[in-house]
């Protein structure tokens, strides 16, 4: 399996290279040359596999002549053994035909460990085999940071440098990061917002001459293809578990990024029967005027109480585009230079597209909250303000209402107290067991200016020798 760049101007790629350069040379992103396709009868046979043995049969052929049969199965055993939950992903129904997929049983209580516990465990295979060490940088807007972390913490070749927004995260987000005291971990509040944190981690992966030499970048966040990669194996196991192939199901996903409904897209793409995506986001609504009025402008960013979506510029909105226009690398680059001034728009047949295949809808703080409320006086089941935005964005959207629709659940309510407060449920948002001294523990972390070279020298003063 070869790799591309959205952009057209990069040299293909394996995989291992891709998992270690994300970022392509162009300034693209990186996609698999061609999409594997199942047939029901083999989704069909997928049925009844846990959640390891599911991940291993659709990882596969994206890995295909680069890490055994074995060497898979033992990455994907060591990445899922830390969560606590047996059934890994384990689906709740809170009404009729609306259920919510539980992505937040790993080590961190956020979707991205699903992904960054492979992916950390990944990168300490890949580097051990090639006896390399990197530097991890990535930028987060509250989960992505921790679960990065806890992926990469006790890998011996890698220096890892989180970047976010300072004082716009969660308490409980900022303690999950800058409570891991270990040589190789720095975090960096930065004074902006993550637009600002995600700016300055792209401009470094373009020009790393500020590292030191025979060190090199690697991306943790979402635009690293193996992310994206993982991120597929939940949609399968969501839809087998309700039916699937036999059953057509909609997922609804709380998006910032985009890459967490790409993997959605990629699943259905790969032959899964998947009959709606719904992009469900907060007032940083980029995302939603798109698809629902060819707006696809740049805005002043918000604070919100789901600050994981607070995000303007969605990356992996352009793997979308490329696959749109299909393929087209030239297409691309005009469509990165418009929005690069402040607004791009879609082609007709390309919204028309894309329109074919999701829906949207936008959810501010007021209705957030009163989702919060209604499901739990219906159900008794707490939401994180995230997933209360999948939720009213599923009810809003959802059109043949015998078609499953899977809301998913991206964090543990326990992480956003204000929201849960302000929904005026008392005692919900208690950490679970293992976390229950997060406030006791001691942080480090550096406050830095929004400033590339000031990030920059931070990083380079600060990697292992």
Not at 147 to 162: K, L, P, T, V
Not at 241 to 246: C, I, N, V
Not at 331 to 357: C, N, P, V, W, Y
Not at 361 to 367: A, L, M, Q, S, T
Request: proline share 4%.
């Amino acid at each position: 399996m070869k790799y591309i760049s959205t952009r057209g101007q990069a040299p293909s790629l394996s995989f291992e290279n891709v998992v270690l350069t994300g970022l392509a040379e162009d300034g693209g992103l990186y996609v698999p040359e061609s999409i594997p396709e199942f047939t029901a009868a083999e989704i069909k046979q997928m049925q009844g596999l846990d959640y390891p043995a599911l991940a291993f049969e659709i990882m596969r052929p994206f890995v295909a002549g680069e890490l055994s049969d074995e060497e898979l199965k033992s990455l994907i055993f060591a990445s899922y053994a830390k969560f606590r939950h047996k059934a890994i992903a384990p689906l709740v129904q809170t009404a009729h035909n609306e259920w919510v997929l539980e992505l937040f049983q790993g080590p961190t209580l956020a979707f991205k460990d699903f992904a960054l516990q492979f992916l950390g465990n990944l990168l300490d295979h890949i580097l051990k085999k090639r006896k390399q060490r990197v530097v991890v940088m990535g930028a987060t807007s509250g989960d992505t940071g921790s679960a990065a972390i806890e992926g990469c913490r006790h890998c011996q070749n890698i220096d890892i440098f989180i970047l976010h927004p300072h004082q716009r995260v969660s308490d409980v987000q900022r303690k999950q990061m800058t409570s891991v005291i270990e040589d190789n971990v720095f975090n960096i509040a930065l004074k902006g917002n993550f637009d600002d944190c995600q700016n300055i981690v792209k401009a470094s992966f373009t020009d790393q001459s500020f590292l030191p030499e025979a060190r090199r970048l690697v991306a943790v966040n979402s635009i690293n293809w193996a992310r994206i990669m993982a991120q597929i194996v939940y949609y399968f196991y969501a839809a087998l578990s309700l039916g699937s192939p036999h059953r057509p199901v909609s997922f609804s996903v709380p998006t910032g990024n985009f890459g967490d409904i790409f993997a959605g897209y990629l699943a259905k793409k790969m032959g899964l029967p998947i009959e709606r995506l719904i992009i469900a986001t907060n007032a940083n609504d980029i995302l939603h005027r798109c698809i629902s009025e060819n707006d696809h402008s740049k805005r002043a960013l918000m604070h919100s109480l789901s600050p994981s979506m607070d995000i303007m510029v969605s990356s992996n909105f352009e793997r979308l585009l490329f696959d749109i226009y299909d393929r087209n690398g030239d297409e691309i680059r005009r469509l990165m230079a418009d929005f690069k001034h402040g607004a791009m728009q879609l082609g007709g047949s390309q919204l028309s597209k894309t329109r074919a295949i999701f829906d949207s809808y936008k959810v501010d703080d007021v209705e957030t909250v009163r989702v919060i409320n209604e499901v739990f006086n219906e159900s008794e089941y707490l939401l994180d303000p995230h997933t209360a935005i999948g939720v009213e964005a599923a009810r809003k959207t959802r059109g043949n209402s015998d078609v499953p629709v899977v809301c998913l659940a991206t964090a543990h309510p326990a992480k956003f107290p204000e929201a849960i407060d302000r929904a005026g449920i008392k005692g919900g948002s208690v950490l679970p067991f293992h976390m229950r001294d997060l406030f006791e523990r001691q942080e480090k972390f550096a406050v830095l200016e929004h400033d590339l070279k000031t990030v920059q020298n931070f990083v380079a003063n600060n990697i292992r020798v």
